[in-house]
């Protein structure tokens, strides 16, 4: 059976689809097409259940579709659902499709009304909901990411303080409300008990340097920050690298379960009963459970409604 996967973004969307991309192959001996956008392709390039990987950018959809009509599929898992793999599905209609259900209607109770009726499973499980018509099963080995050697930077790269254990903090997140203030950021590092790496995006770097000048000025090394310096695939490396990791719900926080590190991962605006907490690793919530606002959204938004912030001013630091 030759199947085309489709999850264009986000980061962690995609690299929850690897047990689906895994269970097929191993499972069915599936021949394994999967699309993304170009911006993700180091994380898959590697990937051994993957025959062939399709980067929208790199090509442009309709050139996409031209050559997926060519390669006549015998079925298409949809793990996006949007109107783009609609139209997709539309132009290659005569090959059978299923989609992944969003639940659209749960999250919209739970964030507007509050009223719980999301299932308890993670994301990943509700995406084998989608091909368990297939006979395909969780096989339960978790997220995977393989990282060509070509991306692992030199032993001596970690200063030396640094090469006997460190904790990697992934500081950014799409929406602000999903992000710790800074100073709040600061404080949890102040807590830490080895040395922290921040890690994130160019977007981060000006906060990753304002929080290591902090330390700076006190005349600490407690804090480097990696923020923008690196690529995603080596910061990804550097998670794999750390003994714990501190994060927002974004990413490169979920690559860390691919490692099977334990992740402290850091709710503020959304919360994890929209079945985005880590998956299948040891893992801890810290989030501010006595709030009747949350969750205010499912994605993140740039301002507080409330304007107090509590969600995430209020934290406590765990470890």
């Known amino acids: 059976m030759k199947v085309l996967v489709i999850r264009f973004s986000s980061i962690g969307d995609c690299i929850w689809v690897t047990p689906i991309l895994r269970c097929l192959k191993t499972q069915r001996n599936c021949e394994v097409h ?8 180091a994380l898959f ?3 051994p259940h993957i025959d062939k990987l399709h980067l929208l950018g790199k090509k442009k959809l309709s050139e996409l579709i031209s050559l997926w009509r060519k390669e006549k599929f015998d079925y298409i898992i949809d793990l996006h659902n949007n109107l783009r793999t609609f139209g997709i599905k539309l132009a290659l209609w005569n090959v059978p499709a299923k989609s992944y ?3 659209r209607w749960q999250k919209w109770l739970l964030v507007n009304l509050k009223i719980n009726r999301m299932p308890a499973n993670h994301v990943v499980d509700r995406y084998f909901e989608t091909i368990q018509h297939l006979g395909v099963q969780p096989d339960n080995k978790g997220l ?9 930077l030199s032993k001596d790269f970690f200063p030396l303080t640094y090469q006997k254990g460190f904790i990697a903090f992934v500081i950014g997140a799409s929406y602000a409300t999903k992000r710790m203030p800074q100073s709040k950021i600061i404080e949890f590092c102040e807590q830490m008990p080895l040395p922290v790496v921040l890690v994130g995006g160019k977007e981060d770097e000006q906060v990753g340097n304002e929080i290591e000048q902090y330390f700076t000025q006190k005349a600490s090394q407690k804090v ?8 995603l695939i080596q910061s990804a490396w550097v998670v794999s690298q750390a003994e ?3 994060g927002h719900d974004t990413g ?3 690559i860390a379960a691919c490692f099977q590190k334990k992740v402290y991962m850091i709710f503020g605006s959304t919360t994890p009963q929209l079945g985005l907490y880590p998956y299948q690793t040891p893992h801890k919530i810290i989030e501010n459970k006595n709030l009747s606002c949350r969750p205010c959204s499912r994605l993140g938004k740039q301002v507080c409604p409330k304007k107090h912030f509590k969600c995430m001013n209020e934290l406590k630091f765990e470890i």
Not at 144 to 152: D, N, R, S, V
Not at 224 to 231: A, D, H, M, R
């Open 244 to 246: 714990i990791v501190y």
């Open 224 to 231: 480097w920050n990696l923020c923008g310096k690196l690529s």
């Open 45 to 47: 390039e590697a990937n």
């Open 144 to 152: 995977e990411l393989h990282i060509p050697e070509k991306y692992h």
């Open 34 to 41: 999967f699309v993304t956008k170009e911006q993700y392709a």
């Open 101 to 103: 259900r969003k639940l």
């Open 252 to 254: 490169l926080t979920h």
